[in-house]
């Protein structure tokens, strides 16, 4: 046989295997990158694991989707270290206690190191504080921008305790009562900057209680910008702020050739935060191969759709996407010869078929960056048959 017959032959042969291809493992394939070490949950909000910076991350909450692979902007966290520090009433700066104690004995945190954690040692909720005043936080963060509070909290006896943000006006924002859990689960709430060009304050006080309280412990807490949910956590080693950037899993044309090729599925797709916390004018790129070739999730004026775009023409739509359970989507059917989107078995209307321009692409966000998922997806894709 000729040379050509041969590399004929050769080109049809790694055309019938790229078509055979049942699976994208998103676990190896790919160049993954994201500046900074994050935690997530590793199997309930009680155990987290940290994630190296480079490192893919994955997440488990125990709410049965299993172990999903993270996506998030970057981000910024004005925490100190990875929980409020210190020894009785003098903590580690920035942080400034009013009638906390460290707890006693020493316990083990999410993250598996034991030590002592602050608890509180008086009966009214203003006197008993902890607070940390966002040094620059006021030019850094911009007016009626989204920002969110977060702690985590465990006490057998069940006690309660509040959030509290003063605002770039002086506004105080006291959260309601959060009642606390036998094992640490994590508690935030969200509220907007305000306006003005004051600093930002924010911190944990004793519910509103003239009960006495004192907690097993509280860890983790951190201040984020840019949406009413926390971001995972980030350790600060040491510092009060931490940067994080973008997680960003880019594949070549090669290395993507199935997502070009026929129809595919995301097993499991699950935005961060809640539908009432997310319902503002997003879109959420699941992958894209550039601006004009991409699936979306958006938000179409009252409910969540799955989109397809491809020469910057919209060719298909999902049914409004129920959101399972906090966020969690389902399967994701992806059908370009049939012109179809399909939420967990439910076909959307039928669009027009398209086929999409083969390239460098992105799972997570938009190739050279933007429309970050911020959630959770499976690792592998799927073929439909």
């Not at 049942?22 to 590793?42: H, I, N």
């Not at 509180?120 to 911009?142: D, E, H």
């Amino acid at each position: 046989m000729s040379s050509t017959l041969l590399r004929i032959a050769a080109a049809a042969a790694m055309q019938g295997a790229r078509r055979s291809k049942s699976s994208l493992d998103l676990g190896v394939v790919g160049t993954f990158g994201r500046t900074g070490a994050k935690m997530a949950c590793d199997g309930s909000q009680a155990s987290l694991l940290e994630y190296a910076s480079g490192a893919r991350c994955y997440e488990d909450r125990g709410d049965g989707a299993g172990s999903l692979l993270c996506f998030e902007d970057g981000y910024r966290q004005w925490i100190q270290r990875s929980s409020i520090q210190g020894s009785g009433t003098t903590p580690t700066a920035p942080w400034t206690f009013t009638s906390w104690n460290m707890g006693s004995p020493a316990i083990a945190a999410p993250d598996g190191v034991v030590e002592a954690y602050p608890n509180n040692t008086v009966s009214t909720s203003t006197a008993c504080r902890a607070v940390q005043a966002l040094s620059g936080s006021g030019a850094a963060i911009a007016d009626s921008t989204r920002v969110c509070i977060s702690a985590y909290v465990k006490d057998a006896a069940a006690d309660i305790f509040c959030f509290r943000v003063i605002n770039k006006a002086g506004t105080t924002i006291d959260s309601g009562n959060k009642t606390s859990a036998a094992d640490w689960a994590r508690y935030y709430n969200g509220v907007t900057a305000g306006v003005g060009v004051g600093n930002i304050t924010a911190g944990l006080l004793n519910g509103n209680s003239t009960a006495q309280r004192f907690w097993d412990g509280m860890w983790g807490v951190q201040f984020d910008v840019g949406e009413y949910f926390p971001h995972r956590l980030a350790r600060t080693a040491g510092a009060a702020v931490a940067d994080v950037g973008a997680d960003s899993l880019t594949l070549s044309a090669g290395e993507g050739a199935m997502l070009f090729d026929g129809s595919w599925r995301i097993p499991e797709v699950s935005l961060d935060g809640s539908d009432t916390e997310r319902n503002t004018a997003n879109v959420f790129d699941l992958w894209s191969v550039d601006g004009n070739n991409r699936l979306s999730l958006e938000w179409d004026t009252t409910v969540w759709r799955v989109r397809a775009y491809q020469g910057g023409v919209l060719r298909a739509e999902s049914v409004p996407v129920a959101w399972l359970s906090y966020g969690l989507i389902g399967t994701v059917d992806v059908r370009p010869a049939d012109g179809v989107i399909a939420i967990e078995g439910i076909d959307g209307p039928v669009g027009t078929a398209w086929t999409w321009a083969a390239g460098i692409s992105r799972f997570g966000g938009r190739v050279g960056g933007g429309n970050e998922l911020r959630g959770r997806m499976s690792d592998t894709i799927t073929r439909v048959t």
